[in-house]
């Protein structure tokens, strides 16, 4: 199972969806196993179509934990 910091949850208001390695992107044509750094620049939120710039990890430097902490 994907370890906290290699999850990424979408930062848009009302989304909250998570891209988890360990299950791709079915969507997108995003196979299982490949990480969050490793999608195209040009990959969008499945639900809202946020780009990658608007996800944050779950855990680990720059999570949404750590800043509310
Ligand atoms: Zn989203």
Request: charged share 25%; proline share 9%.
């Amino acid at each position: 199972m994907a370890k906290a910091e290699e999850m990424y949850q979408c930062q848009s208001v009302n989304c909250g969806c998570i891209y988890d390695p360990d299950r791709g992107d079915r969507k997108s044509k995003v196979p299982k196993g490949v990480c969050f750094a490793d999608l195209p620049d040009d990959w969008r939120c499945p639900i809202c179509g946020a780009t990658k710039k608007n996800f944050r990890p779950l855990g680990g430097p720059g999570s949404t934990a750590a800043a509310s902490a």
